[in-house]
């Protein structure tokens, strides 16, 4: 494996198919990212274009992270939050390829999620997973602390509800 670089996306034919590919793959593997199995590959490229669209606004931040010319994983940064919210961040939408997992390609991305968040005046990180099979054991290493779980929530890709598990990490000085 090369030097994974993180980094942001913007639009283009390429970096749209590539997510588009990331996005089917977590899909088919059971990654519960709010889409169902199987997704086609037109409704993925669709999602993408507008995530990017909205990216391209300032209202979220998409990272991917490269190990040279293939895109391994990507995480978003909502910033488009309410007026009385804007010391807070979400992250959504964390995806590792299927054989870069267990590689430290979501930790390196989540931290690059967190400075970013930091760095625009950010002071809480808030975010979801699935509570079978999602990231919940990467998220408590990486200091999330978890507020709650919320049973049925959701359909897991291939059928079946799962319950989400919602965490919180303070990032810098709260606003008083």
């Given at each position: 494996m090369n030097a994974i670089e993180i980094g942001p996306l913007a639009?283009?034919?390429?970096?749209?198919?590539?997510?588009?590919?990331?996005?089917?793959?977590?899909?088919?593997?059971?990654?519960?990212?709010?889409?169902m199995h199987p997704l086609a590959l037109e409704a993925a490229s669709a999602f993408w274009e507008k995530s990017l669209t909205s990216a391209a606004k300032g209202e979220r931040m998409v990272l991917g992270a490269w190990d040279g010319k293939a895109l391994v994983g990507t995480v978003t940064l909502l910033l488009d939050c309410p007026p009385n919210q804007p010391h807070r961040a979400e992250i959504a939408k964390l995806m590792t390829s299927v054989e870069y997992r267990g590689r430290g390609?979501?930790?390196?991305?989540?931290?690059?999620?967190?400075?970013?968040?930091?760095?625009?005046?950010?002071?809480?990180?808030?975010?979801?997973?699935?509570?079978?099979?999602?990231?919940?054991?990467?998220?408590?290493?990486?200091?999330?602390t978890l507020a709650g779980e919320i049973p049925d929530y959701a359909l897991k890709p291939h059928g079946g509800l799962t319950g989400t598990l919602i965490y919180w990490k303070r990032i810098g000085t709260a606003l008083r």
């Open positions: 639009a283009s034919t390429g970096t749209l198919a590539v997510l588009a590919d990331l996005l089917v793959e977590t899909v088919a593997a059971g990654g519960s990212v709010s889409f390609v979501g930790t390196r991305l989540m931290r690059a999620a967190e400075r970013l968040a930091a760095e625009k005046g950010r002071t809480l990180l808030v975010l979801d997973t699935a509570t079978e099979e999602g990231a919940s054991g990467l998220y408590e290493t990486l200091g999330f």
